[in-house]
């Protein structure tokens, strides 16, 4: 059963038969995402509204897929390439006695 859970100015929470989309509906088709839980959409529309970047990288990308708006999706993206810059640390002598 298909039909429309959530609705406001800027976005749609559809459900499917297999999952939810969310729709950004001031944006393009392109500006949606699918997701399992009716939960992560409402985390996302909550973070998008406060321009929150989230620590999640599914999160971030899920963020720079339905958001329309270019100041946040770029405080996004440069959280993405901090984190990318960051160096591991690996400790070569775990585990070995």
Same mark, same amino acid.
């Given at each position: 059963?298909?039909?429309? #859970?959530?609705?406001?100015? *800027? %976005? !749609?929470?559809?459900?499917? +038969?297999?999952?939810?989309?969310? @729709?950004? !509906?001031?944006? /393009?088709?392109?500006?949606?995402?699918? %997701?399992?839980?009716?939960?992560?959409?409402?985390?996302? &529309?909550?973070?998008?509204? @406060?321009?929150?970047?989230?620590? +999640?990288?599914?999160? !971030?990308? *899920?963020?720079? /897929?339905? *958001?329309?708006?270019?100041?946040? &999706?770029? /405080? #996004?993206?440069?959280?993405?390439?901090?984190? !990318?810059?960051?160096?591991?640390?690996?400790?070569?002598?775990?585990?070995?006695?």
């Amino acid at each position: 059963m298909t039909g429309i #859970v959530y609705q406001d100015d *800027s %976005f !749609r929470i559809i459900k499917t +038969n297999r999952d939810y989309v969310l @729709r950004n !509906r001031k944006g /393009r088709y392109k500006n949606h995402g699918h %997701f399992k839980k009716l939960t992560t959409c409402y985390l996302l &529309i909550g973070l998008m509204n @406060r321009q929150q970047v989230p620590d +999640n990288k599914y999160l !971030r990308e *899920s963020v720079l /897929r339905i *958001s329309t708006d270019s100041d946040y &999706i770029e /405080r #996004v993206n440069n959280k993405i390439d901090k984190e !990318r810059d960051k160096t591991h640390y690996i400790n070569v002598n775990k585990g070995v006695k």
